[in-house]
């Protein structure tokens, strides 16, 4: 049934696409408010619920797919190296695109058009040229590295078509095959710690700057917060030795807790002087995300060794 819906839900994900780069040109404010106060924050949902299932629905990944379905996917291999250098890109370019929302992606359209548009073309150039999703889904995409956090607290283990090696090795270590096994999905993706511990850092840095900053000061802001991040957990890691992915979970669910906590509350601002939501609706933005999150960290604590073995024993008599 699953399988069925999601062709489905690829379509719809292409019509909304369409939409939102009408609304970008004919509505700015509107198209603008739908990218950064409704897409973007329920992403995360996403990657917490059904992080597979992302494929099927971002647009680009779509794109991306679009060469092999139309039988023009020339399949080329990138080898282990070459795809773990695209990924240190993708995490590159997060940072550095992230501190801009304020000042440029936050506010113009045209520029959000253009670059949604260029995003589009490389993720289908890559689709032509390369096997899978290598290049851009699983190589530069700036999403990527967040996705890859936030799934570590995913409930859900299925794939939601055939999975096509992206390098020549990928499938010992690729996250979208080992939704079970989060240690060793974070072990094969330590060296990307530095990124990961600073991520709360980078997070709060961002909603503690603003528009009315220079871009230069936006910089300082949240590397700052980003630096000091990584000094917290890389000293936490240091003292919790033994359990070396705790640390990492650790960070994530700061870094998902921190997000939702500055951006539930903008995004109710938003549709309400839109008056798209009477602000009498407004607590459905703080229930949902916070009720799927609280959830998913329950669920994943009962899974992992975040909590007493008694609580465990429970949990599986409860379930039993």
């Known amino acids: 049934m699953k399988n069925q819906v999601l062709p489905y839900l690829s379509i719809v994900s292409i019509i909304i696409l369409v939409i939102l780069l009408i609304l970008l040109q004919a509505v700015p ?14 992403a995360p949902l996403i990657f917490l619920l059904i992080p597979n299932t ?3 629905l971002c647009p680009l990944a779509i794109v991306q797919t679009l060469p092999k379905r139309l039988h023009i996917n020339k399949g080329v291999s990138l080898s282990n190296k070459q795809s773990e250098g695209l990924q240190w890109f993708g995490w590159l370019l997060l940072y550095i695109l992230i501190p801009l929302r304020p000042t440029l992606f936050n506010k113009n359209a045209d520029l959000m058009f253009i670059t949604i548009i260029a995003l589009a073309i490389i993720a289908f150039l890559t689709g032509v040229f390369l096997k899978g999703l290598s290049g851009f889904c699983m190589g530069i995409c700036p999403i990527r590295p967040v996705e890859m956090l936030y799934a570590q607290f995913s409930v859900e283990k299925s794939l939601p078509e055939p999975c ?3 390098s020549s090795q990928c499938l010992d270590q690729c996250a979208r095959k080992l939704l079970d096994q989060p240690q060793k999905i974070q ?7 530095f990124f990961v511990f600073s991520f709360p850092g980078f997070v709060l840095g961002y909603f503690l700057s603003s528009g009315a900053m220079p871009v230069w000061w936006i910089y300082v802001v949240i590397y ?15 003292i919790l030795v033994a359990r070396k992915t705790l640390t990492m979970n650790l960070s994530i669910i700061v870094a998902i807790t921190t997000y939702y906590s500055f951006t539930v509350p903008g995004m109710s601002e938003a549709w309400s002087e839109a008056y798209v939501f009477p602000s009498t609706s407004n607590y459905w933005f703080y229930i949902i995300p916070f009720s799927i999150l609280l959830l998913n960290l329950v669920r994943f604590a009962l899974e992992s060794d975040l909590l007493p073995k008694g609580l465990k024993k429970v949990d599986k008599n409860l379930e039993s």
């Open 224 to 238: 700052f917060f980003a630096f000091f991040s990584f000094v917290i957990f890389y000293l936490l890691e240091r």
């Open 164 to 166: 096509e090696p992206c």
């Open 187 to 193: 072990l094969s993706n330590y060296h990307f710690k």
């Open 54 to 56: 992302w494929v099927v």
């Open 29 to 42: 404010q509107l198209g603008l408010n739908f990218i950064w106060n409704l897409i973007i924050p329920f």
